[in-house]
């Protein structure tokens, strides 16, 4: 169903860059703009799909980032768009939209944050899950309105909702990097 959606949502964008592109020269340079711009596809997507809203201070890289890697396999140990499990993830996430180097499983990341409760979480922040064990077994990054991209074991890259059952019996706590930790590990 999912990807049915997004599809659609694809074949609308194809049909839209090229009814704009095939406009005489004197069109309108600013609607232009907006077709050459890649974060407008990733924003589209995750301000109409899935209902997260994308405002003028949202960090596009961050939802480029995602949607991007929407739909990679998991794989225990994975880095690469082959397969990644949910640390690879958020490490690679918070690289490259964040410049950010953070910890290589949930437990170390989780050691780097400055816990918070999920009414304060913000976009970029780190959700923390206790899934069938007395320790921290999974790590996603809050993207706003209760939603997290994650890598799932069952599903790879996906964005998944805070409010769903399943997510509220195994939610931890939410984490914020401090900046003293992101300060030290940028400047080695």
Not at 34 to 42: M, T
Not at 52 to 66: D, E, L, P, R
């Amino acid at each position: 169903m999912k990807k049915s959606l997004i599809f659609a949502l694809l074949i609308c964008f194809f049909y839209t860059v090229k009814a704009q592109n095939s406009k005489p020269a004197s069109s309108n340079s600013a609607s232009k703009a907006e077709v050459s711009d890649p974060d407008n596809l990733a924003s589209g997507f995750f301000s109409q799909v899935m209902g997260v809203a994308i405002s003028a201070t949202s960090n596009t890289k961050m939802y480029q980032f995602i949607y991007d890697w929407l739909g990679t396999p998991y794989r225990l140990g994975g880095d690469t768009e082959k397969g990644i499990d949910c640390s690879g993830f958020a490490y690679k996430l918070y690289d490259k939209t964040f410049n950010t180097i953070i910890g290589n499983n949930s437990r170390n990341i989780f050691s780097m944050v400055n816990p918070i409760n999920k009414v304060d979480l913000k976009q970029g922040d780190l959700v923390f899950f206790k899934i069938h064990s007395k320790s921290i077994s999974h790590v996603g990054v809050y993207i706003g309105d209760n939603k997290f991209a994650h890598a799932s074991s069952s599903k790879g890259v996906m964005i998944s909702n805070l409010d769903e059952p399943y997510w509220q019996r195994y939610f931890y706590k939410g984490g914020r990097i401090l900046e003293s930790i992101k300060d030290q590990l940028n400047n080695n």
